[in-house]
């Protein structure tokens, strides 16, 4: 079995059209935000709390990991939660050896939470409190699957 190629993973803006396609068949809004860690604290299984609005530099920094992940072959589409009319979302791959999935090790995976829970939005101008809360600080450093920032642009 060969391995695929980067090329065999299709751009961002039509990866993103096959995202709504399969958040319209789900049921879910097709409009998507893009979040990293710092925009999100899962502060249970079905409860989600996302810095509102979503910061607009995200899709361009969402665009730039998924070419990233589309170069080495290998990169995830998932929807995280529901927050009104909009699906949030992120982009990830596994950029070092300690983040590899056991038995994804290429191509394209797109993939919705099941229940995909409905977030609740917090203001910007309330967020920087967010972060002195334990959970949300526990909740940064444990989570895996969704990228930091930091992490995009490094």
Same mark, same amino acid.
């Given at each position: 079995?060969? *391995? +695929?190629m980067s090329n065999d993973i299709? %751009? /961002?803006?039509?990866?993103?059209? +096959?995202?709504?396609? /399969? #958040? +319209?068949?789900?049921?879910?809004?097709?409009k998507i935000?893009?979040? /990293?860690?710092? %925009?999100l604290w899962r502060v249970g299984m079905n409860s989600v709390r996302i810095c509102r609005p979503c910061p607009? *530099?995200?899709?361009? #920094?969402?665009?730039?990991?998924?070419?990233e992940g589309r170069a080495k072959? #290998?990169?995830e589409i998932k929807?995280?939660?529901? #927050?009104?009319?909009?699906?949030?979302?992120?982009?990830?791959f596994p950029k070092h050896e300690e983040e590899e999935v056991q038995g994804w090790n290429v191509g394209l995976k797109l993939s919705i939470l099941s229940p995909l829970p409905r977030a609740k939005a917090v203001g910007s101008i309330f967020w920087p409190l967010i972060k002195y809360?334990?959970?949300?600080?526990?909740?940064?450093?444990?989570?895996?699957?969704?990228?930091?920032?930091?992490w995009a642009l490094g």
């Amino acid at each position: 079995m060969r *391995p +695929q190629m980067s090329n065999d993973i299709p %751009d /961002f803006p039509t990866v993103v059209e +096959q995202m709504q396609t /399969f #958040l +319209q068949e789900e049921g879910h809004p097709i409009k998507i935000c893009w979040v /990293f860690r710092e %925009d999100l604290w899962r502060v249970g299984m079905n409860s989600v709390r996302i810095c509102r609005p979503c910061p607009h *530099p995200n899709e361009s #920094l969402a665009a730039k990991v998924f070419q990233e992940g589309r170069a080495k072959g #290998l990169v995830e589409i998932k929807a995280l939660a529901t #927050l009104a009319s909009v699906t949030v979302a992120t982009v990830w791959f596994p950029k070092h050896e300690e983040e590899e999935v056991q038995g994804w090790n290429v191509g394209l995976k797109l993939s919705i939470l099941s229940p995909l829970p409905r977030a609740k939005a917090v203001g910007s101008i309330f967020w920087p409190l967010i972060k002195y809360f334990p959970s949300y600080r526990r909740y940064q450093a444990l989570e895996e699957a969704v990228g930091t920032k930091a992490w995009a642009l490094g």
